[in-house]
């Protein structure tokens, strides 16, 4: 098949020859590449959307024969991430012997369980759904994709007929129907009915295109898309104002980014009335476009017309009635807001309950996912911020369908008993249920000031491996972007960001926890470790030594609490602090008055903190480590020649002094410290604030008494 590639302005054209060259003879390899391509344009399907499939020849291990085996995106997966574990190679005669077993649309899911006995390679991933929409057309190479363009006109009052008239026929149309059996026999017939048609549209779903090889099918693919979209630019603006014309104008940048910090804290604390979740802010400009304009009453309660779209952000989003300028700081803002809360959370029972059938699931949470706030943004909510952000990212592709569908004709949602018999169908609650159980700090968000390296990265670590979002920060950018990258890379980027942060500075805090919010919605969790260490005597101690011992230790402490605790508080979830204090804050030593007393102090402020912030659900508890050597900036600063001198000891000795000196005779680590800290958040501890573990090998004079 031939293509102008230049003509592609609507759609990114990837393909590397010589790569593809390299894969040649390799038709699974080829198909992973196509499909890694197409996955890596959002404009073409969304995350974890649409799936490919090939057909080859295989050697059959039980006869040694050549079998026709389709080898198709499992479920689950997503294609721009997709590798050969993410498929399922079945055998292809049996799929198609499976239309005897057949018993018709009541009967669907019935069917799912049959794919697996037509597994061709044991080590598959499940077959999806989507498995017999490609098994029963007979090209090699086929594509199912979810593209805003094509959905735009599948989602559009007329769009079977613009269809048409658009490809003059080259591309068929099957109306909206649920994902199944019967859909695959569908699209047979409609390529039976239409011999030599290039794809098929699928109403308010998506689209089918194909090839004889990975290319033909990738090409075929990018010119239908490019079609689609090069029809409705043709026409956006053309005869009527892009969704009605704006309503209002949005705040500036940096505007719309505090308001959206300031908020996102009480709607996420709203939204966790079920379960504790992680949210994303997003203010791209067409969102804007659609959250500002006049149409945006009629259309946002419509809801979405892709099955893939409404699963990630349910029916329909929640628009706040808040001015673009609205003191968001006033404490009546959570009463204000909390009855569009529980209307929603009544709409949705009601949907539930006037669609339900005998067999549904039991309801889900209730609360919405997409909130928009017109001159803002738009937030989305979800129990974890990979969630969180695919979601926004789905309402982004419905916006874009809607913006297309209403340039050409007039915009459709699927109708309500549809939406709900994909969102509650029980093969998708099946594959809830399999997901793996939640870790101990998923859906919660940590900050953990000092976090570029030492105590403070261990800490962050630990909370990441158990589920939590983390917040690295540091005054050293550098040490930032190195833990970054590190976490990113282990975890995910989904998991953690980072910001600069001087404790004994305001405004650096108000900007750290402002940061916070708008990545994650709030925060849960915050560990006061940002320290220093300084040993000297008290004759060679200077005043400005010790002020920054207590500016660091002590009111560092208390700045970055007050600042949390403002946000916990609009939260109203509850909340953990814990401190980071040492040893030396009930253990007298030499050459220590500036930094064991400054500790002492910091103990006490947890203790008072602790008996102020109960009421809130807010526990604040201390960890009190002693001689953390590997990877600690505490020894940095002449702090380990001072303790040597003190001990009359080499630096070099150290280690195995404060080894010996301890009960248990060990040697502490970071990750000892971080332990100690999961364990007051883990959820065991929920019952305890005011207390302080000591995690020093044991040190006598350091026993609370």
């Given at each position: 098949m031939s293509a102008d590639l230049n003509s592609f302005k609507h759609v990114s054209y990837l393909w590397d020859s010589a790569e593809a060259a390299s894969l040649e003879g390799d038709e699974v390899a080829l198909l992973i590449y196509r499909s890694n391509l197409l996955g890596a344009d959002l404009r073409l399907t969304n995350y974890g959307g649409g799936n490919t499939s090939c057909k080859v020849a295989e050697t059959d291990p039980l006869t040694g024969q050549a079998t026709p085996v389709m080898w198709v995106k499992g479920s689950g997966g997503d294609l721009g991430t997709l590798k050969k574990s993410g498929l399922a190679a079945l055998y292809l005669d049996r799929l198609h012997k499976l239309e005897n077993r057949y018993r018709g649309l009541e009967h669907e899911d019935e069917m799912v369980g049959l794919f697996n006995h037509c597994i061709f390679d044991l080590d598959s991933k499940a077959p999806s759904i989507d498995t017999p929409l490609h098994a029963f057309l007979p090209f090699k190479h086929i594509d199912h994709l979810h593209p805003d363009a094509a959905i735009a006109i599948a989602a559009a009052k007329d769009g079977e007929r613009i269809t048409k008239e658009l490809f003059g026929g080259a591309i068929g149309w099957v109306p909206w129907q649920r994902p199944g059996f019967d859909l695959g026999l569908k699209l047979r017939a409609c390529l039976e009915e239409n011999p030599g048609i290039r794809g098929i549209m699928l109403g308010s779903h998506g689209l089918f295109t194909w090839g004889d090889t990975a290319y033909e099918s990738y090409l075929n693919t990018l010119g239908v898309i490019e079609t689609c979209a090069a029809y409705i630019e043709e026409h956006l603006g053309r005869e009527k104002l892009v969704f009605g014309g704006q309503r209002l104008k949005s705040l500036p940048a940096a505007q719309r980014k505090k308001q959206a910090a300031e908020l996102a804290p009480v709607l996420?604390?709203?939204?966790?009335?079920?379960?504790?979740?992680?949210?994303?802010?997003?203010?791209?400009?067409?969102?804007?476009?659609?959250?500002?304009?006049?149409?945006?009453?009629?259309?946002?309660?419509?809801?979405?017309?892709?099955p893939d779209h409404f699963l990630r952000t349910k029916i329909s989003p929640l628009v706040l009635d808040l001015a673009v300028d609205a003191d968001l700081s006033q404490p009546a803002l959570r009463d204000e807001l909390l009855p569009a809360f529980e209307a929603y959370r009544q709409m949705y029972a009601s949907y539930y309950e006037n669609c339900r059938h005998d067999n549904s699931p039991a309801i889900r949470d209730a609360n919405p996912v997409i909130i928009l706030y017109p001159g803002v943004g738009m937030f989305s909510f979800a129990k974890d911020k990979q969630t969180a952000r695919?979601?926004?990212?789905?309402?982004?592709?419905?916006?874009?369908?809607?913006?297309?569908?209403?340039?050409i004709s007039t915009y459709t949602s699927l109708p309500r008993q549809e939406a709900?018999?994909?969102?509650?169908?029980?093969?998708?609650?099946?594959?809830?249920?399999?997901?793996?159980?939640?870790?101990?700090?998923?859906?919660?968000?940590?900050?953990?000031?000092?976090?570029?390296?030492?105590?403070?990265?261990?800490?962050?670590?630990?909370?990441?491996?158990?589920?939590?979002?983390?917040?690295?920060?540091?005054i050293d950018q550098g040490r930032i972007e190195e833990t970054i990258s590190q976490f990113s890379k282990t975890f995910g980027r989904d998991s953690v960001a980072g910001t600069l942060l001087n404790v004994t500075d305001h405004a650096s805090i108000d900007e750290a926890l402002e940061a916070t919010s708008l990545a994650f919605g709030g925060v849960d969790i915050v560990v006061n470790n940002a320290g220093i260490s300084i040993s000297k005597s008290i004759e060679e101690h200077s005043i400005e030594e010790w002020d920054r011992l207590y500016d660091i230790l002590v009111k560092g402490q208390f700045m970055v609490s007050k600042a949390a605790v403002r946000i916990m508080r609009k939260q109203q979830t509850g909340g953990d602090i814990l401190n980071i204090v040492s040893k030396n804050a009930v253990v007298a030593g030499p050459n220590n008055a500036g930094y064991?007393?400054?500790?002492?102090?910091?103990?006490?402020?947890?203790?008072?903190?602790?008996?102020?912030?109960?009421?809130d659900g807010i526990r604040v508890n201390a960890v009190n480590p002693d001689a953390v050597i590997a990877d600690s900036n505490i020894w940095a600063g002449g702090w380990a020649e001072g303790r040597a001198r003190a001990y009359g000891i080499t630096v070099e000795e150290l280690p195995a002094y404060y080894a010996k000196r301890t009960l248990l005779n060990k040697t502490i680590l970071p990750e000892d410290i971080a332990n100690a800290c999961f364990l007051f958040v883990c959820g065991l501890m929920n019952k305890s604030t005011g207390n302080a573990l000591n995690v020093d090998g044991g040190v006598a004079m350091a026993f609370t008494r």
């Open positions: 996420r604390g709203l939204c966790s009335s079920g379960q504790p979740m992680v949210g994303h802010f997003s203010d791209d400009a067409k969102v804007l476009e659609f959250i500002n304009s006049n149409d945006l009453d009629r259309l946002a309660p419509m809801g979405t017309s892709c695919v979601a926004a990212e789905f309402y982004a592709n419905a916006i874009n369908v809607m913006r297309g569908a209403e340039a709900f018999d994909i969102e509650y169908w029980l093969l998708e609650e099946a594959k809830l249920q399999r997901m793996p159980k939640p870790k101990p700090l998923t859906g919660r968000i940590a900050l953990v000031t000092g976090s570029g390296g030492g105590i403070g990265r261990a800490i962050a670590r630990k909370f990441a491996e158990e589920g939590a979002c983390v917040v690295i920060n540091d064991g007393s400054a500790k002492a102090a910091q103990a006490h402020l947890s203790r008072l903190l602790a008996a102020e912030l109960g009421a």
